[in-house]
Structure formats: structure tokens, C-alpha cells
């Protein structure tokens, strides 16, 4: 079975880092492109970061993680990184990791078709 | 950045009625337009992608429809599992992959 399970959360002082991972099973990892989102206490969902797969070809952030997340992968361990630092109240949120990939002939679509159930952060001090 | 604007932000609906849920681009995202579903303590689900291309397992009373800028999701015959809160998201432009900021369907 695909699957996708986020770690790592939990409660951090503001100014604080926090490490989350998301594991993967069931598909070759190293074949796909990640991403991360997440949701904020009453608010939608939003997407935070990107890696291209091939050992992280292409990176990119919102700009409100610029500068202070960094998003990572382990092919040979099927494993997904968020180094979170620099964190603030407003990165208090629900963190998924998603599978990005496409249909495999023209046209081209690209969407998040496997999600995990995500790992819970909350910054307070 | 393109942004993306869903309406309405929420709507009241029975059991067997058709919902019709809006999305707006910031300006044309083709067809690189996608519809998911999210329930509280789940995962997010994809339901649609290329603006009307139906996710595999996905029950076919989720539709969708548009293109360029104007995009709709219906639900044909609501049902009680799909009470949730539903996001259209643009992946055009891949530096920024932003989603609209949802709709929630409730009794």
C-alpha cells in the first residue's frame, strides 16, 4: 500500500527549531517529487515547500518559510525532511507531506495524489 | 504569485442536492487546476486534476469543469460523506503551488 507518515512534531518555544520526517512506502521514492503543506489553526491549507525528485533536483519555498525551512530527502532511506528554524506563533499548524507527480503523457497535469496524515507543531512558549 | 479564489467560503446543503463550488485564478492557469477534499484528521484527498479529470476511486457524482481563469467543482447528489471542506489549487506555476482557501459544505 502507498503510504505516506509524517514524525516529529510537537511543542516548541518560539525562536525554536524543530525536525519533522515523513516516511514513505509502497512506490519508488526516489522516483517522485515531494512537497510540504500545512494548515494552520482555522485557516486552509497551504503550501510550504518543494523538492524535485533524482536527489532533490529543483527546490522551492513559499515565502513565508523562506530563509528558515529547509526541506530535504533521503532516497535510500524513502524519507522526507522539514528542518523548521527560526519558528514563530503563525508556523503553529498541521504539517503534511504530499506526493507530487503528473500524468505521463500530453497534456501535463501535476497534483498531490498521496498525502500523509500530518504531524502537528505548535509554537508557544 | 497566482492567486486563487474559491467561493463560497461556505455553504449549507442536504443530502442529495447539487453543490457548486467556484475557483477563480489570479490570471490563466490553462488547465493545471486541481479539486481535493478535507476532513478533519484525515489526509487531504485528491478528487480532481487537469480541471476535470477524475482521480482514480473518486465517485463520479465530483465533477469538474473550466479552464484558463474560471474553474467549478459540483458534487451531483451530495451525500453524507461528503460533508468536508473542499480546495481548488493551480499548479501552473511551480515555484508556487497555492491553493484557494476553501469551502466548507455543511448541513
Known amino acids: 500500500e502507498v503510504q505516506l507518515a509524517e514524525s516529529g512534531g510537537g511543542l516548541v518555544q518560539p525562536g525554536g527549531s524543530l525536525r519533522l520526517s515523513c516516511a514513505a512506502s509502497?512506490?519508488?521514492?526516489?522516483?517522485?517529487?515531494m512537497t510540504w503543506v500545512r494548515q494552520a489553526p482555522g485557516k486552509g491549507l497551504e503550501w510550504i515547500a518543494y523538492?524535485?525528485?533524482?536527489?532533490?533536483?529543483?527546490?522551492y519555498y513559499a515565502d513565508s518559510v523562506q530563509g528558515r525551512f529547509t526541506i530535504t530527502r533521503d532516497d535510500a532511506h524513502n524519507s522526507l525532511f522539514l528542518q523548521m528554524q527560526s519558528l514563530r506563533a503563525d508556523d503553529t499548524a498541521i504539517y503534511y507531506c504530499?506526493?507530487?507527480?503528473?500524468?505521463?503523457?500530453?497534456?501535463?497535469?501535476?497534483?498531490?495524489?498521496?498525502w500523509g496524515k500530518g504531524t502537528t507543531v505548535a509554537v508557544s512558549s | 504569485d497566482i492567486q486563487m479564489t474559491q467561493s463560497p467560503s461556505s455553504l449549507s446543503a442536504s443530502v442529495g442536492d447539487r453543490v457548486t463550488i467556484t475557483c477563480r485564478a489570479s490570471?490563466?492557469?490553462?488547465?493545471?487546476l486541481n479539486w481535493y477534499q478535507h476532513k478533519p484528521g484525515k489526509a487531504p484527498r485528491l478528487l480532481i486534476y487537469?480541471?476535470?479529470s477524475v482521480q482514480t476511486g473518486v465517485p463520479s457524482r465530483f465533477s469538474g469543469s473550466g479552464s484558463g481563469t474560471d474553474f467549478t467543482l459540483t458534487i451531483s447528489g451530495l451525500q453524507p460523506e461528503d460533508f468536508a471542506i473542499y480546495y481548488c489549487?493551480?499548479?501552473?506555476?511551480?515555484?508556487?503551488?497555492?491553493f484557494g482557501g476553501g469551502t466548507r459544505v455543511e448541513i
Open positions: 504530499a506526493r507530487y507527480t503528473g500524468t505521463f503523457s500530453p497534456p501535463y497535469y501535476y497534483y498531490m495524489d498521496v
Open positions: 489549487q493551480q499548479t501552473f506555476n511551480l515555484p508556487s503551488l497555492s
Open positions: 487537469g480541471a476535470s
Open positions: 509502497g512506490f519508488t521514492f526516489s522516483a517522485y517529487e
Open positions: 523538492i524535485g525528485g533524482s536527489s532533490g533536483s529543483g527546490i
Open positions: 490570471r490563466t492557469i490553462w488547465n493545471s
